[in-house]
Structure formats: structure tokens, C-alpha cells
């Protein structure tokens, strides 16, 4: 069992077993089950990610308040031109994450990871570099189990709900989550694992969870898309070796304290940030006109 990255990192230390191993060890003590048991589980969310990640690129989904949608649809219309600004990897990642989230307003079947409001970060970014390398199915599903395990870490250390913590703890645990996984995926050490989901989450210290109308939408959708390209650049970094100040617990310490000190109307009660703009207050007023 493990309770800190400086606990998980520990029980590495010396052995050739990656933060995955450790994740599948714990869970197979604790619930008493087989490894082919979390393997199986494993698949299955992934094979929902993978569905909700393509399912809004061919048609347009629009949200049950008709709020949004066609956002996946369009971007990936954009990636099929192949003259982004940005690397293509990126832009069919963003397609990837803009479908999960329309795909979770409509009431459709997501992977909460580790919320609803976050789910498109974790398959916009892995599945997008799994794709782009042919990666091994195998580890991906490894990868999958890196980022359960740094999932773990925050909700043991911190919070991952925005009525508690704010969006850090929502898009920044996702973006952290799909950090490690992308190291793990790649070859990373275990150290570069901590270290991407340190960056990651530190990037985004302090987001606030300002949902316009209350519902998880409005900014929420696209921030799953700077979640997802925030985890790919820290994955980077740390597979490069760059060093971050701040180790990985402490980083997730922060987070917590941070979320403590937000004003409640910066954490889902749609008080406060783009919810409390003009334009945001008119689409609530509208929306509850309509109910």
C-alpha cells in the first residue's frame, strides 16, 4: 500500500517494476482479485474512452440543454485539412477530448477520470499517442493503471471535485493523470512519471470551476482540450529530463490548500468567473426560462 508518490516511488526504487505494477500489486491485495480480473476492467474502460473519444467526430452531438456541440465535429474536420497551426497530434487530441465531453452533455456513457467534467483529458491525450506510435495495446492499458494510480494519490492527498477544490482539481488531476500515463506509455521511469503529473497539475494551480447555468459545458468542454495538450507538453518535458522544483506530493498538497482558500462562489456554484459574466448570467436566465 502507498499513500504518497514518495511511498510509490520507494517501493520502486531498485527494482525494474514501473508505477503500473505497483497500481495492479495494491489493487489485487486489496480487492482480493486476479490480475486478469483488472485487466479485463481495464479494457472494458478503455474500449468506452475509445468509443466516446470517436463518437462525436462523424456527427454532431449536441448538449441536452442545446448549449453546445458540433465543437468535436468541427475540429476534426479541421485536422482531416492537415494545415493546423500546431502539430496534427495535437489537434486530432483535442477532436478526441471535445467528443467525450459533448458525448458526456448528452447523457451518454464517459469514463469519469477521475470526474465527468474531465473526462476527455485522459483518452484525448493517450489515446491520441497510442495511435500516432502503434503502441502496443498492452501498454496502454499499463498506461491506463499509471494514471489510476496517480488518480489515487490526489484523492487520497487532496481532492478531485470541483464543489471542494475547483477545476485544478477536475482538468488539473485529469492533465495530471494523463502526464504519467503518457511517460509510462513512452518508457518513462517512474520518476518521470511523478514528475509529468507534478508539472501538469502545477500548471494549472489555482483553475476555478466557474460552470455557466450550473452546467458542466460552458468552459468545462474546452478546458479538456487545454488539459489534454498541457499533459502531452509535461510528458515531454519529463521524458527530457527537465527537472521540476516541487516534488509531485507536495505539488498535490498545494492543490489541496489552494482549493481550501477558493471563494465557494469559484468552486460549481456558478456564482462567480464566466458564470457571473453578462453573457453568462443572459444564457442562465434563458436556459431556466426554457426548463
Keep these: 500500500m502507498y499513500f504518497s508518490a514518495q511511498e ?8 525494474d517494476e514501473r508505477i503500473c505494477d505497483l497500481v495492479i ?3 489485487i491485495e486489496l480487492f482480493q482479485t486476479s490480475r486478469d480480473e483488472i ?73 469519469a477520470a477521475p ?8 483518452p484525448g491525450a493517450l489515446l491520441t499517442v497510442a495511435e500516432k506510435y502503434d503502441v502496443d495495446h498492452q501498454l496502454v492499458l499499463d498506461a491506463l493503471a499509471t494514471a489510476s494510480g496517480i488518480g ?12 471542494e477544490g475547483g477545476c485544478q482539481a477536475e482538468v488539473g488531476a485529469a492533465s495530471a493523470m494523463a502526464a504519467a500515463a503518457l511517460c509510462n506509455l513512452k518508457g518513462g521511469t517512474p520518476e518521470q512519471c511523478a ?34 495538450v498541457n499533459a502531452v507538453s509535461c510528458a515531454n518535458m519529463a521524458l527530457a529530463g527537465v527537472d521540476y522544483a516541487i516534488p509531485c506530493d507536495e505539488v498535490i498538497d498545494a492543490m489541496g490548500r ?21 453573457t453568462g448570467v443572459r444564457i442562465a436566465e434563458r436556459l431556466a426560462e426554457e426548463a
Design 39 to 111: 485487466m479485463k476492467n481495464l479494457e472494458e474502460r478503455y474500449q468506452i474512452m475509445y468509443n466516446c473519444a470517436h463518437d462525436a467526430l462523424e456527427k454532431e452531438i449536441r448538449s441536452l440543454s442545446g448549449l453546445t456541440g458540433g465543437s468535436a465535429l468541427k475540429m476534426w474536420n479541421y485536422y482531416k485539412k492537415g494545415n493546423s497551426i500546431c502539430d496534427n497530434t495535437v489537434i486530432r487530441g483535442a477532436a478526441y477530448a471535445l467528443s467525450c465531453l459533448e458525448v458526456n452533455a448528452s447523457m451518454g456513457l464517459i469514463v
Design 195 to 228: 514528475a509529468a503529473a507534478a508539472m501538469a497539475l502545477g500548471n494549472l494551480l489555482g483553475l476555478v470551476c466557474d460552470p455557466v447555468a450550473g452546467l458542466v459545458e460552458v468552459p468545462c468542454i474546452k478546458r479538456n482540450v487545454v488539459g489534454a
Design 115 to 122: 470526474t465527468a467534467g474531465a473526462c476527455g483529458i485522459l
Design 152 to 163: 489515487q494519490l490526489i484523492i487520497k492527498k487532496a481532492t478531485v471535485s470541483g464543489a
Design 258 to 278: 489552494v482549493g481550501s482558500l477558493l471563494s465557494p462562489d469559484l468552486r460549481e456554484t456558478g456564482q462567480g468567473g464566466l458564470a457571473a459574466t453578462p
Design 8 to 15: 510509490m516511488l520507494a517501493q520502486l526504487e531498485g527494482t
Design 25 to 27: 500489486k495494491n489493487e
